[in-house]
């Protein structure tokens, strides 16, 4: 429904006074941080606007009356698409009345909303449509951190030699995940892995139980690091021979949650040929001695279900069952305690009109894509704590299905993950300002060379001002042409000097990361007029070798301009102890299969392989002065765009060359 615009605010007070303890201003001042109310005539003019839109996107509502609409809202931008896949993909769908789109702050900074639209009609059709404006700018930016962070562990892990499984299981010894080299070992792939049984893996399901269960007993006795090596079943049939190392994982309140481990298939070793023929027998003569006391565990476990009834109903997490029309069946004490109600009264109640609407659409396809084939999600949304603040909730739920593979129940365990959510912002802010902090000290220690590069055209704007006072006072046309002639030199040694300082406040600004379309090109241009002193001062010859008419990138221009700045400043010390003849940095750019490569290449004294897999280490230096930060900074930097940033031996000479490879957008640069 659009929103009153002739009702009185102070009305609007006292109609809610009745339903105290809800506070009106706080709730107005809320809404008002992130929605705008606008109304368009047919020709999409503006002929209404809300004042929130001066918090919001910075511009006087009377200036906006009368023109195009898209030239706030819904404005050609390049992060459009990227908008609408991070929405689809990431964000769950939208009622089909809402539309995604970028908007233009009065700054220039881009922002993203969610428009929803009314018509407006009167006796002879539509008059006016009024819109509906809610800033999801932090959520956007959120997401695109979250894809950022996901694709460097996803790397870091898929990334393993093939012989080599990483693996997680819960509490129960079901697999929750299985990286994809399993494939290569056992022949199942990732998805055919999880939710498995992970006594299902080993070469004897009876006997991989009895393994789990003393991995567990030990576990919740304290041990840390459990070892195996044994045989396990390969999807064809046959036995592979691993070693096994795997660590517990423990909630919160200290319940046993699971394990993680890693596997190693060392079938071709000979030794572990006999260990296995070895482990095979004791294996058979321990299934022999075990009957009897499996099935005497058995009967203590049928006895032990009051104990653990009593688990579930004592823990902190919140567990509940529904039935799928939302129905509660069962809640334990710790979720009844969260809402300050008795269990019974909970029961029998839906849980759905708990989830905030803005989250009902993606919590409807979570539970959708719960399957017999994939019988569990986690996922998060928001629901209302019992004093009315908004909470984020983390749930695993898992469902339960008849024979014919229709939903019977689902069963949910879940906690309130608000303050995590809130620490992983803060972590983000410190991350930023700890970039900025890199620059500022980069820009101290060339404090000297900005200082010479801006005596230079300083000197040279001098002494043309003596010449061209010099040529007046004599007087004559040909001595006033060329007075003339000198304050044109003047002229632009004054902008040499503006530009060189603009590009140091630019360089040493604390701003957000706005992304934009960049040259590779003309930011390593920038970055070299930076460094120049630094590398006049280190006596380095630079060669060029730069690919015109390079692919446009994505990125932050101050951030890669950072990271390119440390390079050429590490590839200047890295030559110090070289001849001077010698000390020659070369810089390559290219494209290739929607890429960009640059390379940064010296002829230091190159790295020694013991030090090689410490280079992007935080706080590994060489140098005697050095904090060990800068190259940490230059990989974060380049994970941040999406890019990878590594370094290799030069096969011809001493030293190393740094390579940054960043995906293109498609459009060349003129």
């Known amino acids: ?76 931008d390049p992060m459009q698409a990227q908008l609408h896949e991070l929405s689809e993909r990431m964000m769950g769908a939208e009622p089909p009345d809402v539309h995604r789109c970028v908007a233009r702050r009065r700054n220039g900074d881009r922002a993203y909303f969610l428009l929803r ?65 399993i494939q290569k070992v056992l022949g199942y792939s990732p998805d055919e892995a999880v939710g498995r049984h992970a006594a299902g893996f080993y070469g004897l399901e009876q006997a991989g139980q009895t393994i789990l269960d003393h991995f567990r007993r030990d576990s919740q006795a304290g041990k840390v690091v459990h070892n ?14 691993l ?30 040929a006999r260990e296995i023929r070895e482990l095979k027998d004791e294996l058979e003569r321990r299934v022999a001695h075990r009957t009897e006391q499996l099935q005497r565990m058995n009967e203590e476990l049928r006895a032990s279900e009051t104990r653990y009834r009593d688990v579930v109903e004592t823990q902190t997490e919140f567990i509940i069952r529904w039935r799928p029309d939302g129905s509660r069946t069962f809640v334990n004490e710790a979720y009844a305690r969260y809402l300050g109600r008795p269990a019974h009264e909970l029961i029998g109640e839906s849980f759905f009109p708990r989830v905030h609407s803005e989250d009902r659409a993606r919590f409807d396809d979570v539970i ?32 339960f299905f008849d024979a014919d593979g229709q939903a019977v129940e689902d069963q949910a365990v879940g906690r309130d993950v608000t303050e995590l959510r809130e620490a992983a912002d803060l972590l983000r802010q410190k991350e930023s300002h700890l970039t900025h902090l890199s620059r500022l000290a980069t820009a101290g220690e060339m404090v000297a060379g900005i200082a010479h590069e801006i005596n230079q055209p300083l000197h040279a704007a001098k002494t043309f001002a003596e010449a061209a006072r010099r040529h007046l006072q004599a007087g004559g046309a040909e001595r006033i042409s060329t007075a003339i002639d000198c304050t044109t030199e003047i002229s632009e040694a004054i902008s040499r000097t503006v530009q060189i300082i603009r590009r140091l406040r630019e360089f ?38 730069l690919t015109e008419r390079l692919p446009a990138v994505y990125g932050d221009r101050v951030q890669l301009e950072q990271l390119f700045v440390n390079l050429l400043v590490n590839a200047c ?20 299969d929607g890429l960009v490569t640059a390379q940064i290449q010296d002829s230091g004294c190159g790295l020694r392989e013991a030090d090689a897999h410490r280079l992007f280490d935080a706080f590994y230096t060489t140098k005697k002065e050095g904090m060990g930060m800068g190259l940490s900074l230059c990989k974060s930097i380049a994970e941040a765009h999406g890019a990878d940033l590594r370094f290799e031996s030069n096969p011809d000479g001493p030293g190393l060359t740094f390579i940054l490879t960043l995906p293109t957008s498609g459009a060349p640069f003129a």
């Open 508 to 545: 040493t600004k604390a701003k957000p990361v706005e992304l934009e379309s960049l040259d590779v090109n003309a930011i390593l241009r920038e970055a070299l007029e930076l460094a120049a002193y630094e590398i006049r001062r280190s006596g380095v010859a630079v060669r060029k070798r």
């Open 117 to 181: 639209a009314r018509e407006v009609r009167g006796p002879f059709g539509v008059v006016d449509r009024e819109m509906m404006g809610q800033d999801i700018t932090v959520r956007i930016e959120a997401v695109l951190s979250l894809r950022q962070s996901e694709r460097k562990y996803r790397r870091l892990v898929e990334g393993l030699r093939s012989e080599y499984i990483i693996y997680a299981r819960d509490a129960n010894d079901f697999i929750t995940y299985a990286s994809p080299s």
């Open 368 to 399: 959708a894509s719960i399957t017999p084939a994939h019988p569990s999600a986690t996922y998060e949304v928001r629901g209302p704590r019992p004093d009315g603040v908004m909470a984020w909730m983390q749930w695993t739920t898992r469902g």
């Open 243 to 272: 070693e096994v190392q795997e660590r517990p994982i423990f909630a919160p309140d200290g319940r046993y949650a699971g394990m993680e481990g890693i596997a190693r298939d060392v079938t071709e070793a000979a030794a572990a």
């Open 573 to 592: 010390e890295a030559m110090a102890g070289a001849q001077p003849a010698e000390r020659l940095l070369t810089i390559r750019t290219a494209a290739a």
């Open 1 to 76: 429904m659009p929103l009153e615009t002739t009702q009185d605010p102070q009305d609007l007070e006292l109609s809610f006074a009745a339903t105290r303890p809800f506070d009106f201003h706080a709730w107005l001042t809320t809404w008002q941080r992130e929605f705008v109310f606008f109304r368009v005539d047919a020709r999409n003019r503006i002929n209404y606007m809300a004042p929130s839109v001066r918090d919001i996107l910075g511009y006087d509502p009377e200036t906006m009356l009368g023109r195009d609409y898209h030239e706030y809202f819904d404005v050609e």
């Open 228 to 241: 195996y090596a044994g045989e396990f079943r390969h999807r064809n049939g046959g036995v592979r021979f």
